[in-house]
């Protein structure tokens, strides 16, 4: 099995949130998303979906530094990242939220 469809697959499990309280939450991060405002933008929609919570920012370590914060309020909650073509990408999601385990299919080159 690839590490995509286990991420994919551990991810779906009807038993894994019966075993972590904030429940897993898969994220699609995608090749097209690009930019500053985009990237940001990402950051605040799947936070808002996870925590219910709004906020507004414009650049990715704002929207990275209130995910994380919002997240740390949370029960654990572990984030399977997948989807992943650039660390500028991913390295919001990382920001803060220490209550969190992280899981991410590789980063890959772009073509």
């Known amino acids: 099995m690839g590490q995509e469809n286990l991420a994919t697959y551990t991810a779906g499990q009807h038993s894994v949130p019966r075993c972590v309280p904030g429940g897993v939450r898969f ?25 219910q919570e709004a906020s507004e920012a414009s650049r990715t370590a704002q929207a990275g530094s209130r995910s994380g914060a919002l997240l740390e309020q ?17 390295a919001p999601f990382l920001i803060g939220g220490h209550r969190c385990a992280r899981a991410w299919t590789p980063l890959r080159p772009e073509a």
């Open 27 to 51: 994220i699609a991060i995608g090749r097209d998303i690009r930019g500053q405002a985009v990237i940001a933008a990402q950051v605040i929609e799947e936070t808002r979906r996870i925590t």
């Open 74 to 90: 949370r029960s654990p909650t572990p984030l399977v990242l997948d989807d992943v073509w650039e660390a500028e990408r991913l």
